[in-house]
């Protein structure tokens, strides 16, 4: 999955809200959808008690409305005018708590997933959107490629929750493979896990071998502070 390059296919459903709400400030649909992130973790933790599984149902409902703020403010920014650095740095430091907050809220319920791979999924995640912000830092292009994306992680992190439910209503929440018992969120951190991390090293080979296109003779290595 790499959904982040299909951006364009979705202005049909953000265009004509953007366009009403052009005079809003964007980083206020930004706030917005951080704090639908935060209420989205809460519920996906709270969901692993007993008896509150269908606050999976909402935790689903929550990661596509969050999702939808987070791709709404850039469109209003920009039709707007009112894009520019300060609001893409903002967005990038909002996506990475809003990741933190979904993601923990699953990775901290016991009953969803073993804590280790909650912190493994958590690193791939953190560090595959790093690898895309660092790669234009240091002034190659933005990195959108990869196996994961954040908008594959909010499709996945709205399917697997339904998934999960669904199941669990037909007794097969839980299965055995090779031994050891997972669900089907499990799988979900799973997928983060492995292919997050995969995702990561992938851009971190891209940018090199752009970085070598652009300074074919090599670069001065910036010295840390």
């Known amino acids: 999955m790499v959904l982040d390059g299909q951006r364009a296919r979705v202005d049909f459903a953000l265009t004509p809200v953007a366009r009403k709400l052009i005079n809003v400030n964007p980083n206020t649909i930004s706030w917005i959808g951080l704090i639908l992130a935060f209420l989205c ?26 999702g939808y703020f987070d791709a709404l403010d ?17 967005d990038h430091v909002f996506d990475r708590y809003a990741d933190v907050f979904m993601i923990g809220g699953v ?3 016991a009953t969803w997933c073993d804590p280790y791979l909650g912190m ?48 669990m209503q037909f007794g097969y929440g839980w299965f055995d493979v090779f031994g050891i018992e997972i669900c089907w969120m499990e799988i979900m951190m799973l997928w983060f896990a492995v292919v997050g991390n995969l995702t990561a090293i992938q851009r971190a080979i891209i940018t090199w071998r752009n970085l070598g296109k652009m300074y074919p003779e090599g670069g001065e290595r910036k010295e840390e502070e």
Do not use: N
């Not at 850039?74 to 903002?90: R, T």
């Open 41 to 66: 973790g809460l519920i996906f933790y709270l969901s692993g008690t007993e008896g509150r599984e269908w606050l999976l149902l909402v935790g689903a409902l929550m990661t596509i409305v969050s």
């Open 74 to 90: 850039g469109k209003v920014a920009k039709l707007s005018g009112k894009a520019g650095p300060k609001g893409d740095y903002l």
């Open 107 to 109: 990775a901290f319920c």
């Open 120 to 167: 493994l999924a958590l690193v791939g995640t953190l560090l595959t959107s790093y690898m895309g912000t660092q790669a234009q830092a240091i002034g190659a292009p933005r990195l959108y490629a990869g196996l994961l994306g954040r908008a594959d992680r909010v499709v996945l992190s709205t399917l697997f929750p339904i998934i999960q439910y669904v199941m």
